[in-house]
């Protein structure tokens, strides 16, 4: 057992703790919060089953960033589409005898990494290059681009530049999983590329990364607009009645 | 004129690049302790007013789950920043809504998250120091509340919402805003916006009658305080004398007239507006409202129906039921409350009222969608019937209307510029700059469709154009209320 073995394993022990104890209190949060008001942003479904639409149109196509600029929105469809496959992907490191779909979409995968870093630098070079944009970006928001970019820049590197030994990475991982620490592979962009990543799920829910559970409980995306038929009243505005 | 530039209008809408602090001076006058008390806020600035404010948006990021969402979930995309008619007005970068909300949300982040603690300087987390309140008080007053950046948001996020919270932060710490502020204490005191008591109301109604009388010859009633009948209708203040909205509420006697129904207004409920929208105070916003529950009690009424009035529309049809219903004491026919837009729109679907169309010949029109009813609320059983409706009846009564360019209107209009609490003259450079991007929309059809007219169904709207239209070389009387044109064109006696 090699000392980078160990803390590596810690450290995703660790990240993996973080990340859900940090996005299951936010969640608890915000499903706590009570929303006193109706405040679609209209015109909005007047059905539950139409609200159940409007999210999956604005999570799956990005709506609403569809109609407020197209550069932004290919940009990011590309980033989090790409992103998505790449980890899709990734489950063939943490499953044994692989899925079938998950076999299945290797290939698509490898592209998707292409996508992904495209994305990212289309993003960036907006964040630089468009004043609106720079005004509001914080150092923040570029070190969460240089982030995922290196993440995508190192995980490309391993396809096309300096192949790891994949096995080895795999049963680090499957190790993980059931307790069974394995020696994990000492190759040095490995070794960076999973630094990062675990970077990455450890501030995820100290974040703005916070927008993905958000928009589940937007208010103006998930209410349906049924003021007049149905009251709505939350349990701080029933005391007020009293 | 005034002590600013009208900005130029231009040809096809340009989207300006930045220039830091161009309205860094403007301020709505701060409200004194007279106007501050009756809605149970400190009359100057309390002494430990850092910590309040902390306590404050504690308290309010815990009762609201809009805020604690918006507040962690915008990722500086950016897609808001070209979307805000201030923004495009004023080239003011704390005008884009994100930056807007960042000045709510540095403060947040400084006290409230992980990040902002112990690493400000990273994520831009700076305390709450009279440097940030006064470009609070500055800012969250340049913000109309008219959620049309909440549209283009990948979730949501509805700067109105911000800018409430933010403005009532202020007020607990004892920065009101006077506009707002005294409004609503003159609504506690005497029922309404303008601060108009019974036998003047009851005086100005009579005269209004008069005046119909005299130009068609028919006795058309405007019914105050009558017990037993079956429609209350509650319209903002401003219908009662102001230009052009008192032309929309004879419209709307005409059309209850034709209707043939009982119907009366209320001096006590004499106020559709609910000024305690704009300052996010949950409790005020209440307290006005249930004045219309209570007059409809009192009058004995069935049914209660809204006047041409924007924000108030959003309270009534999206908030009235939460904050004074139930309303199971009204007939369950009806929706609860009813704009008169829906009620007319019936009636002419109906027959049941004769609109002679060429009565507006001399009128040439496009229609104004008002920032709340179009984006805060419905009308008719369909979404997007607030668009169609009032369309389908000024269709109705004039043979010439064309639609502004498709990005200015429905879920895209802009902002008259005057909303959101913002409709004071200490505000009049903000208000012009901000009614640029709806007069470069309206610039293009007069151009291209030789329209004349602008008809619009909001109280605030109404007055905003009326004075700053002269600004960018139009008429003020080119703004005209919708139910003015079904005045025009309503054929009385037809039905009786």
């Given amino acids: 057992m090699t000392f980078l073995t160990i803390v590596y394993a810690l450290l995703f022990y660790i990240a993996t703790a973080l990340l859900i104890a940090g996005l299951a209190s936010k969640i608890r949060q915000y499903a706590k919060t009570p929303a006193p008001l109706k405040i679609p942003t209209t015109p909005a479904p007047v059905t539950r089953t ?4 409007r999210m999956f149109r604005e999570v799956v196509f990005f709506e609403s960033l569809f109609k407020s600029n197209k550069w932004i929105w290919i940009f990011g469809w590309m980033f989090h589409y790409g992103m998505f496959l790449v980890l899709a992907r990734h489950l063939r490191y943490f499953t044994d ?18 996508a ?9 070079a907006r964040r630089l290059l468009v004043d609106r944009v720079r005004y509001i970006s914080a150092l923040s928001d570029h070190l969460m681009l240089a982030l995922l970019f290196a993440i995508s820049g190192t995980g490309l590197m391993m396809d096309y530049v300096t192949p790891t030994d994949i096995v080895g990475v795999k049963e680090f991982f499957r190790g993980l999983m059931v307790f069974n620490w394995q020696p994990i592979p000492q190759d040095p962009v490995l070794l960076v590329h999973l630094a990062l990543v675990a970077t990455l799920m450890i501030i995820f829910p100290i974040s703005k990364l916070l927008h993905a559970p958000g928009v589940f409980f937007s208010p103006t995306r998930n209410q349906v607009d049924n003021p007049r038929e149905q009251r709505h009243l939350s349990a701080w505005a029933a005391e007020l009645e009293k | 004129m005034a002590d600013f530039d009208t900005p130029e209008l231009k040809e ?7 220039q830091e602090g161009t309205m860094a001076h403007s301020k709505p006058f701060v409200a004194k302790e007279q106007f501050q008390e009756p809605l149970g806020f400190p009359g100057e600035l309390v002494d430990n007013w850092q910590q309040v404010a902390y306590d404050k948006m504690e308290e309010l990021t815990g009762k609201y789950r809009s805020l604690a969402v918006f507040l962690d979930s915008c990722v500086k995309c950016g897609a808001c920043t070209d979307k805000c008619h201030y923004y495009l007005g004023t080239s003011d970068p704390k005008n884009m809504p994100v930056a807007r909300q960042d000045l709510f949300r540095k403060v947040y982040r400084r006290k409230f998250t992980f990040a902002g603690k112990y690493f400000p300087k990273l994520v831009g987390a700076v305390d709450l120091t009279k440097e940030v ?24 996020i509805d700067t109105a919402e911000i800018s409430m919270a933010a403005r009532e932060v202020m007020d607990s710490i004892g920065v009101g805003q006077k506009y707002c502020n005294e409004i609503i204490a003159k609504v506690y005191k005497i029922g309404n916006n303008l601060g108009l008591p019974q036998p003047a109301l009851a005086d100005t109604l009579e005269g209004l009658e008069e005046d119909i009388e005299d130009d068609t010859g028919v006795a058309v009633r405007l019914p105050l305080d009558e017990k037993g009948a079956d429609i209350l209708v509650v319209t903002p203040s401003a219908d009662f004398f102001a230009e052009p909205h008192v032309d929309g509420l004879m419209g709307y006697a005409k059309v209850f007239h034709e209707a043939g129904v009982s119907w009366t207004l209320s001096s006590y409920a004499s106020e559709a507006a609910n000024f305690g929208m704009f300052i996010g105070s949950y409790e005020n916003m209440r307290k006005v409202s249930l004045r219309i529950r209570q007059a409809a009690l009192d009058l004995g009424v069935k049914r209660i129906i809204f006047g041409e009035c924007g924000h108030a529309w959003r309270v009534a049809y999206s908030f009235l039921n939460t904050l004074a219903g139930p309303f199971d004491f009204l007939d369950p ?9 829906e009620f007319t729109y019936d009636l002419i679907q109906r027959g049941g009222i004769t609109l002679d169309k060429s009565a507006n010949d001399d009128m040439v029109l496009t229609y104004h969608d008002s920032c ?6 419905r009308m008719g059983p369909k979404p997007g019937g607030q668009f169609v409706l009032p369309r389908e009846v000024i269709k109705a009564s004039c043979n010439h209307f064309y639609d502004m360019p498709q990005d200015t209107i429905h879920e895209s209009t802009f902002c008259c510029g005057g909303g959101g609490g913002l409709l004071t003259d200490d505000l009049m450079e903000l208000r012009v700059k901000g009614a640029m991007p709806r007069m470069e929309a309206l610039k293009h059809v007069v151009e291209n469709h030789g329209v004349t007219h602008m008809a619009a169904i909001c109280a605030i709207c109404k007055s905003q154009f009326a004075k700053v239209m002269p600004y960018y070389g139009f008429q003020m009387d080119s703004i005209v209320s919708v139910h003015q044109l079904v005045s025009n064109a309503i054929v009385l006696g037809n039905k009786q």
């Fill in chain 1, 97 to 114: 005898p692989v899925w079938t779909w998950v076999a299945l979409i290797q290939p698509f995968g490898m592209y998707a990494a292409f």
């Fill in chain 1, 50 to 53: 139409g609200v159940v639409m």
């Fill in chain 2, 372 to 377: 709340n009813v179009a984006r805060a609320s």
């Fill in chain 2, 133 to 156: 309140l006064d470009d609070w008080y500055s800012y969250f007053h340049q913000c109309s509340q008219c959620r049309r950046c909440s549209v283009f948001c990948p979730y949501g």
């Fill in chain 2, 333 to 341: 026919k009806y929706p609860v409350p009813m704009h008169i837009m």
């Fill in chain 1, 116 to 124: 992904m870093a495209a994305g990212l630098l289309g993003l960036w």
């Fill in chain 2, 12 to 18: 096809y809408p340009v989207i300006p690049h930045i």
